[in-house]
């Protein structure tokens, strides 16, 4: 940190000090850039100072079930369960992805049975919903908008 602030310092000193070196005479006023630049590293200075150090960020390990962390799970018991969850979740994100397949193609074969005016009247049902739930959506926004800002006399 007093590392940082003293090469700042130092960089914005450096033409300044050059120029008195050579025997030319300096600006008459100083350099506004260089003094602006000294200001803002000795600031940034006050601020790394002022700030608490943050920990490390743990990487993540997984996610206990529900209530067992309540129910006073050791840490020792946390890596086992960790553990346990790695071992299957390749295994359970390829049967979410096949039944997702499986889901797809029932979908399909059950619009098969519909005729053309029925899937047109059934598009256009889906998306008046679709519209309906994106104005109710837009009517909570707005609602938890005015609950949050502070009333005004």
């Not at 700042?8 to 100083?30: D, I, M, R, T, Y």
């Not at 079930?65 to 969850?85: F, H, L, S, W």
């Not at 519909?114 to 889906?126: F, G």
């Amino acid at each position: 940190m007093k590392k940082t602030l003293f090469v700042g310092s130092l960089a914005c000193l450096f033409p300044l000090l050059a120029l008195v070196a050579s025997g030319q005479e300096g600006p008459a006023e100083p350099d506004r850039q260089a003094v602006a630049q000294l200001d803002r590293a000795v600031a940034q200075a006050e601020v790394e100072k002022q700030a608490p150090a943050k920990p490390a960020r743990k990487e993540p390990r997984g996610r206990l079930p529900n209530y067992y962390a309540k129910a006073g799970v050791n840490e020792a018991q946390r890596e086992q369960i960790y553990g346990i969850q790695a071992k299957y979740q390749g295994q359970l994100a390829a049967l979410q992805q096949q039944m997702r397949e499986l889901v797809a193609k029932r979908d399909q074969e059950i619009q098969g049975v519909l005729t053309e005016e029925q899937r047109a009247e059934l598009k256009k049902l889906e998306d008046e919903a679709a519209k309906q739930r994106a104005e109710a959506a837009a009517q909570r926004k707005a609602a938890a908008g005015k609950k949050a800002a502070p009333e005004q006399p």
